[in-house]
Each structure stands twice: as structure tokens, then as C-alpha cells.
């Protein structure tokens, strides 16, 4: 079946780093790709939409400066949080899929971020 | 606002018991209904539904959707510890002019299977 990787699995950093996360679809192109994030014992919550080739999408409330979503080729998005903080901390799922209904949508494994 | 609501929020039971998960939306430009089971880290994706009253079984899940009342209910039977996961459910919504949809999320139903 179709596969998303997701790296890295967990990353410790310290407060007003950058940390950049990679999702890729390896054995389909994903037109579009989707961020979320979830806190413990919380749902998913999206953050951006990322089409290839165009800007990102991002939901209500999320920063696209601090959140830099990147998806420069098929089967490649990237989300750089920015000068992270405390407050960032948290699990990052991305999801991947190509054209196509939503039964066809796959998650990557998840990158914990705790930022010291 | 558009939004789903799961319930209940988490649930124990043994093994062997029959559990009922249900989920409610509200949207604008509804497509489709998804459930997922969440173990470890990523979601894993059970059944989609996009039509009313037809019911989609795998094993001893089965969901079904009743557009009417807006709402789907999960069913799982013959419970095992290995049932143990956050189920959730999301509702994919039409972007306005678009033809990919978001997916919004529920808050998940913990359940736990005792032996």
C-alpha cells in the first residue's frame, strides 16, 4: 500500500530555533498534502493545505509566517515551525494523497516536537 | 462554524462486549464521513460513507451514515484488547469552488478493552 514517511519521529530543540519536518509520498505523487496538529488527548487539528507548486492554505488561527510550509515537488512538503517556543510543542501528523476520494489519504508517522 | 462532534469521549469495556461510537457533524458542503482508528501515532483509515443508510462492514466493524440526522455511528463487535484505540471521525467538506475537500476532525473516542 502507499506509504508517507515522516521525518524526524521526535525532535528536542531549544526556545527560538528553527525546526524543519519532512513528509514524503513514496511510491505515489501527492498533489496535496496536509499538516496537522494534535495535542495530547486532542483530535487532529488542521493547519494548512499544501498543493504543489502553489502557496500553502492555511486554517484560521495558524501563523504561515511562523509555520513555513514547502511543497516543492511531488512527493515532498515541508513544514519549518520558526523560532520555536514552548508553546509549539506538540505532534505534527502530515497526510499525503493523490487525485482522488479521501479513502486515499495516507498519514506519515508523526514528528513530536518539544522545544525546551 | 463547521464542526463534528464525537461521543463518548472515551469508553471501557471487556473483551467480548459490543461498543457503539457515535458522531455528529455539522457542515456546510458536505462530501463524505471517515473513520479512523489511532493506535500508536498515525491514523489509520477504516471506512468511508457517502450515502445514507448503507451499511459498510470490515470483520467485526461496521459504520453506517444517516444523512438526515447527520450522523454516523461505528459499531464494533466481539471486542479484543487489540480494539483498544482513539477512533476518530471527520467529515470532508467541499472548499467553496474547490474540488478537494478538508477534513475536520472530531475529538476522538478513547476506548479501552479489558481483559
Known amino acids: 500500500g502507499a506509504v508517507v514517511s515522516q521525518h524526524p519521529s521526535r525532535v528536542i530543540c531549544k526556545s527560538g530555533t528553527s525546526v524543519k519536518i519532512e513528509c514524503r509520498s513514496l511510491?505515489?505523487?501527492?498533489?496535496?498534502m496536509f499538516w496537522y496538529r494534535q495535542f495530547p488527548k486532542q483530535s487532529l487539528m488542521l493547519m494548512a493545505t499544501s498543493n504543489e507548486g502553489s502557496k500553502a492554505t492555511y486554517e484560521q488561527g495558524v501563523e504561515k509566517d511562523k509555520f513555513l510550509i514547502n511543497h516543492a515537488s511531488l512527493t515532498l512538503s515541508t513544514l519549518t515551525v520558526t523560532s520555536a517556543h514552548p508553546e509549539d510543542s506538540s505532534f505534527y501528523i502530515c497526510?499525503?494523497?493523490?487525485?482522488?476520494?479521501?479513502?486515499?489519504?495516507?498519514f506519515g508517522s508523526g514528528t513530536q516536537l518539544s522545544v525546551l | 462554524e463547521d464542526k463534528v462532534v464525537q461521543s463518548p469521549l472515551s469508553l471501557v469495556v471487556h473483551e467480548g462486549d459490543t461498543v457503539t461510537l457515535n458522531c455528529s457533524y455539522e457542515?456546510?458542503?458536505?462530501?463524505?464521513l471517515l473513520w479512523y482508528k489511532q493506535e500508536k501515532k498515525a491514523p489509520t483509515f477504516l471506512f468511508m460513507l457517502?450515502?445514507?443508510?448503507i451499511e459498510k462492514k470490515s470483520g467485526r466493524l461496521s459504520s453506517i451514515l444517516d444523512k438526515k440526522e447527520l450522523s454516523s455511528i461505528l459499531n464494533i463487535t466481539a471486542t479484543q484488547t487489540g480494539d483498544s484505540a482513539i477512533y476518530l471521525c471527520?467529515?470532508?467538506?467541499?472548499?467553496?469552488?474547490?474540488?478537494?475537500?478538508?477534513?475536520?476532525f472530531g475529538k476522538g473516542t478513547k476506548l479501552s478493552v479489558k481483559p
Open positions: 497526510s499525503a494523497r493523490d487525485v482522488g476520494p479521501p479513502e486515499k489519504l495516507f
Open positions: 457517502t450515502s445514507s443508510g
Open positions: 511510491d505515489f505523487q501527492a498533489t496535496t
Open positions: 457542515v456546510t458542503n458536505f462530501r463524505s
Open positions: 471527520a467529515v470532508e467538506a467541499l472548499n467553496y469552488g474547490g474540488s478537494q475537500g478538508n477534513l475536520i
